[in-house]
T-cell receptor
Framework: RKEVEQDPGPFNVPEGATVAFNCTYS??????FFWYRQDCRKEPKLLMSVYSSGNEDGRFTAQLNRASQYISLLIRDSKLSDSATYLC????????????FGTGTQLKVEL | GAGVSQSPSNKVTEKGKDVELRCDPI?????LYWYRQSLGQGLEFLIY????????KSGLPSDRFSAERTGGSVSTLTIQRTQQEDSAVYLC??????????????FGPGTRLTVL
C-alpha cells in the first residue's frame, strides 16, 4: 500500500463548479499535512497546510480526519487557472521534516 | 527575494557518466532537501540536510547517489555511473528551520536529467 494515496484523475469540470479531492495516508504517526499545487513542468508550490479543525483560504477548504487518516481539498467556484495537479503531502512523523508526496490528482477546468 | 535556484535546468548524459546537480537554497534557510520526480510518479524523497546535523540519507536509491552541502548553503547531488532509470526531474527544496514538521518547503525549478 502506498504511504499517500490519491485518485490520479483527471477531473474535468466546468468553470464555476465545485470539486473535491481526497487523499488517504497510511502512517498514523504523521503529524503535518499539506496540499501542494504543481503546474505542468513546474515545481510544486504550497497551496495550504491542513489542520485538524479544518481551514479555509478563499475558495479553498482543507479538512483532516485523523481517525480515518483522510485529507480532503474542496475548491469552490473553480477557475480556468485552477487547472493543475494537486499533491497531497504528509510529514512522515517520527521527527524530522521528510515529506511524503502522493502522485497527485489532475484537475482540468474547462469553459 | 530570490527563491531556490538549481543548475543546470536540463542535463543530457550518456549511460555510465557521472553528473553533478547544484542547488542554491533561499538565503537563511537551514534545511535543504533533494527529491526526484519520475514521469507520472510522485515526488520521491532522497536526502535531507539540517544545519550541522548528519544528513538523513534514507531516501537515496543506491550508493551511486551522494550529496554534499558545503558551508550550510549550496548543495551538490552527485550521481555516479548514471543509468537510464535515473532519468527524472531532480528537485531541491529549502525551509527556514526544518524542525517540527510544519516548515514550508520552497522548491526550486528542478533539473531535468535524461540518461541516454
Amino acid at each position: 500500500r502506498k504511504e499517500v494515496e490519491q485518485d490520479p484523475g483527471p477531473f474535468n469540470v466546468p468553470e464555476g463548479a465545485t470539486v473535491a479531492f481526497n487523499c488517504t495516508y497510511s502512517n498514523s504517526a504523521s503529524q503535518s499535512f499539506f496540499w501542494y499545487r504543481q503546474d505542468c513542468r513546474k515545481e510544486p508550490k504550497l497551496l495550504m497546510s491542513v489542520y485538524s479543525s479544518g481551514n479555509e483560504d478563499g475558495r479553498f477548504t482543507a479538512q483532516l480526519n485523523r481517525a480515518s487518516q483522510y485529507i480532503s481539498l474542496l475548491i469552490r467556484d473553480s477557475k480556468l487557472s485552477d487547472s493543475a495537479t494537486y499533491l497531497c503531502v504528509v510529514n512522515g512523523g517520527g521527527g524530522g521534516n521528510k515529506l511524503t508526496f502522493g502522485t497527485g490528482t489532475q484537475l482540468k477546468v474547462e469553459l | 527575494g530570490a527563491g531556490v535556484s538549481q543548475s543546470p535546468s536540463n542535463k543530457v548524459t550518456e549511460k555510465g557518466k557521472d553528473v553533478e546537480l547544484r542547488c542554491d537554497p533561499i538565503s537563511g534557510h537551514t534545511a535543504l532537501y533533494w527529491y526526484r520526480q519520475s514521469l507520472g510518479q510522485g515526488l520521491e524523497f532522497l536526502i535531507y540536510f539540517q544545519g550541522n546535523s548528519a544528513p538523513d540519507k534514507s531516501g537515496l536509491p543506491s550508493d551511486r547517489f551522494s550529496a554534499e552541502r558545503t558551508g550550510g548553503s549550496v548543495s551538490t547531488l552527485t550521481i555516479q555511473r548514471t543509468q537510464q532509470e535515473d532519468s527524472a526531474v531532480y528537485l531541491c527544496a529549502s525551509s527556514l528551520a526544518g524542525t517540527g514538521g510544519t516548515d514550508t518547503q520552497y522548491f526550486g525549478p528542478g533539473t531535468r536529467l535524461t540518461v541516454l
